[in-house]
């Protein structure tokens, strides 16, 4: 089975736009959850959805949007980008939803605001 | 609160060494779960294991191994003669069943673990 695939792998952006991250999960799993990890705030988690529907978001300004669409495949979108949003976004995938569900990550979008 | 704590920041080892990676958790729930997963330089997450607040059973895989002790909240880590290949960042993550059904895990901050030849 392939992995979780994540588009694009590396993007550069200014201050003040806007950005869309994709994330194809594993076949059959139908859980996407998003993760940040910068230097210095470690890993932190950003939202989940499941079945189209968001679960559980984390601790982020209203700009961290996400979406999941009936094929289970899922964007999240960052408006007003600032210096602090470079990170790497990882998204992971499961079968289903809840806390004994194993999740796989893709190789996470590199994100570089300027 | 649920919290992950890895105080081990960074660890050198010569190969064939054995080192310990410790992972201490706090958590308010009964059920809970307990994830280590690996991070080379490359970026992905790769799982290594995943252990539930019920089965305190060690468990090997190979030169990987895991010692769960609900007494001291701790889920540590121990790779046993050291590779190159073992080069990476170590994170313990826990998701608890709190607040309902959810896939939210809690990162430790990671170890970063470099093995010199």
């Known amino acids: 089975k392939a992995g979780v695939t994540q588009t694009p792998r590396y993007l550069i952006k200014t201050r003040g736009q806007q950005v869309t991250l994709s994330c194809s999960p594993i076949?059959?799993?139908?859980?996407v959850s998003w993760y940040q990890q910068t230097p210095g705030q470690g890993l932190q988690f950003l939202f989940e959805?499941?079945?189209?529907?968001?679960?559980n978001k984390g601790n982020f300004p209203g700009r961290f949007s996400g979406r999941q669409f009936s094929n289970s495949r899922s964007e999240m979108n960052v408006s007003t980008l600032e210096l602090g949003d470079s990170a790497l976004y990882l998204c992971?995938?499961?079968?289903?939803?809840?806390?004994?569900?194993?999740?796989?990550f893709g190789p996470g979008t590199r994100l570089l605001v300027l | 609160a649920q919290k992950v704590t890895q105080a081990q920041t960074e660890i050198s080892v010569v190969e064939k060494e054995d080192v310990t990676l410790d992972c201490v958790y706090e958590t308010r729930d009964t059920t809970y779960y307990l994830f280590w997963y690996k991070q080379p330089p490359s970026g992905e997450l790769v799982f290594l294991i995943r252990r539930n607040s019920f089965d305190e059973q060690n468990e090997i895989s190979g030169r990987y191994s895991w010692n769960f002790q609900k007494s001291t909240s701790s889920f540590n880590f121990t790779i046993t003669a050291s590779q190159v290949v073992d080069s990476a960042v170590y994170f313990c993550a826990l998701s608890e069943e709190y607040g309902g059904a959810t896939n939210k895990l809690i990162f430790g901050t990671g170890t970063l673990l470099a093995v010199q030849p």
């Open positions: 076949s059959g799993h139908r859980s």
């Open positions: 959805y499941f079945s189209e529907t968001q679960r």
């Open positions: 992971a995938s499961s079968p289903s939803q809840g806390l004994r569900e194993t999740q796989y």
